[in-house]
């Protein structure tokens, strides 16, 4: 394709569109509803839409925030959080608990969210939600540009310590992804998608011995 077929910009310099692209073009994204507690015992319960998982033995999850919020200096205190899973019937709460509100309101009693308590955390995880991740905190970063500067984001990683998978969605030992219906961020300024059934599809990872050129007359 011809260099004249893209829009080419440099984020330093402005992007000059109607809206920044970054956040949509890297999307959709898993929404990173996290619950955590500060010393004194108060929760608190914020989206992230910068997160995801970055390691599989042991499993560690991560969020970015912009910001140090209350989240983040909960877990900086406690060194705990929850992650729970945002689904579509969940997702005008998941939306309440993005609001401002004073430190010590509960975003739980906001978004009218049951508790369960956590097992191995003394973090509350939503019980509405099929899915909870109980981590403790492994690193907080904070994110720097190319030129060495510090950035007012902090980047949380954590160890998932249990798992808890409502039953309906396990199927013979498999995690059913679109039974659960989980819902992630697609850019703009409120643009969601919901993963479902019919917009999966299996692609297995090729192996040594494949004829490549097999492979990719069956992607057209």
């Not at 013979?172 to 059913?176: C, E, L």
């Given at each position: 394709m011809a260099e004249d077929a893209f829009y080419s910009y440099e984020p330093a310099a402005g992007h000059g569109l109607a809206h920044d692209p970054f956040n949509a073009i890297v999307g959709p994204r898993p929404i990173g509803w996290i619950s955590s507690v500060d010393g004194g015992g108060r929760l608190n319960l914020a989206?992230?839409?910068f997160f995801n998982a970055f390691n599989y033995h042991p499993p560690i999850i991560g969020f970015s925030s912009?910001?140090?919020k209350d989240t983040v200096a909960n877990i900086a205190e406690t060194r705990e959080f929850v992650w729970n899973l945002t689904t579509r019937d969940l997702v005008r709460q998941m939306n309440v608990t993005s609001a401002a509100v004073a430190k010590g309101q509960s975003e739980f009693d906001l978004a009218r969210l049951a508790r369960l308590p956590g097992r191995t955390v003394r973090v509350d995880r939503i019980a509405q939600s099929p899915v909870h991740f109980e981590c403790r905190l492994t690193q907080i970063v904070q994110l720097q540009g190319a030129?060495?500067?510090a950035v007012e984001s902090w980047l949380v990683l954590g160890e998932v310590v249990a798992v808890h998978i409502r039953r309906d969605l396990l199927h013979?030992?498999?995690?059913?992804t679109a039974g659960a219906v989980p819902v992630l961020r697609a850019g703009r300024q409120g643009d969601y998608l919901a993963v479902e059934r019919d917009a999966m599809f299996e692609l297995l990872r090729p192996r040594a011995d494949d004829d490549v050129e097999a492979l990719l007359r069956e992607s057209r």
């Open positions: 989206p992230y839409s912009i910001g140090w030129d060495g500067q013979d030992g498999i995690y059913d």
